[in-house]
């Protein structure tokens, strides 16, 4: 590895691959090592890097991914890791993929955590390139020669305002989400989009495949108030069909962070909507605050669904309130006071007697437990969603099914402070001095830790 920037040469038959990365790939590298145990089932489908804005290449990619699907599975029974009849297709899985996003700087992390993925028998993954020069090093480390399917492509798209109105790292989000929707809904894929930063201690895929995960349409990471927005999963059966509670989700909320990250004039417009006294603030004091949170948006979805109308609490409100409060022309409230307003200035949010409803009433309390430790934190939440304005096809007006949407419980995905304090509470209930990770267990996400 190249730990000072140059160029990588292309390397000759032979010679040692060279990757141009910061200082750290060196643990990346280590990681590919572990790779090694899944290799040996046959080259992998080969996806050839390119713009997904080409409506060609986004075509391959669709197919590269069913593709890869079917190669995951073969390999996973050549390895004994599963069983099928042979030439029964009607086993073969439905297509499924792993999307992590990243730039330049934080490549070596995302190939870090990819590895991991792989030496679990996690494939086929897609990295989310923000330039090509991502998808260069990509083709290096996992190459047309390997048993693993790992592709890698960049979008040219960008929101209607600039890239630099809103930050590279807020753009990443966005621009995920709006991909996130394009494999789901368009695509018909189910794909679990995760963040770099995160440790795997089983095959996501596997786990979400099978009881009891697999009746839900969507799985989210917890976090407050509801999910987190950097691990998600949905399933391509349940999301892709028009009318259902997951496809509103996933295509209103690649609308919502497209919208919010537009340009000055349209982005006005939609606030004052909203927060009639945002039309006091400068272009300058509305461009400074983040109305495009990827997780914001994504909770406030959870509370759409829920309530059957659209909510800005999370998205517009509370950054209005924490940012702008003095320009309404009023004093600025205690957090306290602010949040429990009912008055006429916050018609489009939830109170805090909504917000008991909510949590009382429409998230229920999921039987699953993930860890064999019975605790408060082994139990997730579930939603059965039907979109603002009822479950029905506008054209034909068949009553479609409520989506199951789970946010799971923390023993699945979670913070790592979170499962370190879990695993503590465990090894004092069950009086061991250790409580590894077993079966069902998932990740650790690691914002945020030092």
Request: charged share 20%.
């Amino acid at each position: 590895y190249d730990t000072v920037g140059a160029a990588p040469e292309t390397p000759a038959s032979g010679s040692v691959h060279h990757i141009s990365m910061p200082p750290g790939g060196l643990a990346a590298c280590l990681s590919l090592l572990a790779c090694a145990r899944v290799m040996g089932a046959g080259p992998a489908p080969h996806f050839e890097p390119g713009d997904l804005e080409e409506p060609a290449q986004w075509e391959a990619l669709i197919r590269w991914a069913r593709l890869g699907t079917r190669h995951a599975q073969d390999m996973g029974a050549e390895l004994g890791q599963m069983t099928r009849a042979d030439g029964d297709r009607a086993a073969w899985r439905a297509p499924e993929l792993v999307l992590m996003s990243t730039d330049v700087g934080s490549y070596a992390s995302a190939l870090f955590t990819m590895s991991q993925l792989h030496s679990l028998g996690a494939s086929p993954t897609l990295l989310h390139a923000m330039s090509p020069d991502v998808c260069r090093d990509h083709e290096i480390a996992f190459g047309p020669a390997t048993a693993i399917s790992a592709g890698c492509a960049w979008s040219s798209w960008v929101p209607g305002g600039r890239v630099a109105d809103i930050g590279l790292h807020q753009f990443i989000f966005v621009s995920r989400k709006r991909l996130l929707k394009r494999l789901v809904v368009d695509g018909g894929l189910s794909v679990l989009q995760i963040d770099t930063d995160t440790i795997w201690f089983a095959n996501p895929l596997e786990t979400l495949r099978e009881p009891p995960f697999d009746r839900y349409a969507a799985v989210l990471q917890m976090d407050h108030p509801f999910a987190n927005g950097g691990v998600v999963f949905f399933r391509g059966s349940g999301c892709s069909r028009p009318g259902s509670g997951c496809h509103w989700l996933l295509t209103e909320l690649a609308s919502r962070v497209e919208i919010f990250s537009g340009n000055i004039v349209e982005l006005r417009s939609r606030l004052e909507a909203i927060v009639p006294w945002l039309r006091n603030a400068t272009d300058k004091r509305l461009a400074k605050v983040g109305w495009a949170d990827e997780q914001n948006h994504l909770n406030d979805m959870i509370s759409s669904l829920a309530l059957g109308r659209s909510v800005y609490e999370q998205s517009v409100w509370k950054p209005a309130l924490k940012d702008l409060r003095g320009l309404s022309g009023e004093r600025k409230e205690s957090s306290a006071s602010r949040h429990s307003s009912t008055g006429s200035k916050r018609t489009s949010t939830m109170t805090s007697s909504t917000h008991a409803k909510f949590r009382g009433v429409y998230l229920r309390a999921s039987s699953i437990l993930s860890h064999s430790c019975n605790s408060k934190e082994s139990r997730g939440k579930f939603l059965l969603a039907h979109p603002p304005g009822g479950g029905r096809r506008r054209n034909t007006g068949e009553q479609i099914p409520p989506s199951a949407i789970l946010i799971a419980p923390r023993t699945l995905f979670a913070h790592a402070q979170t499962y370190q304090r879990l695993l503590r509470g465990c090894a004092q209930a069950t009086r061991q001095a250790i409580c590894a990770p077993g079966d069902g267990d998932g990740g650790a996400h690691l914002a945020g830790v030092a």
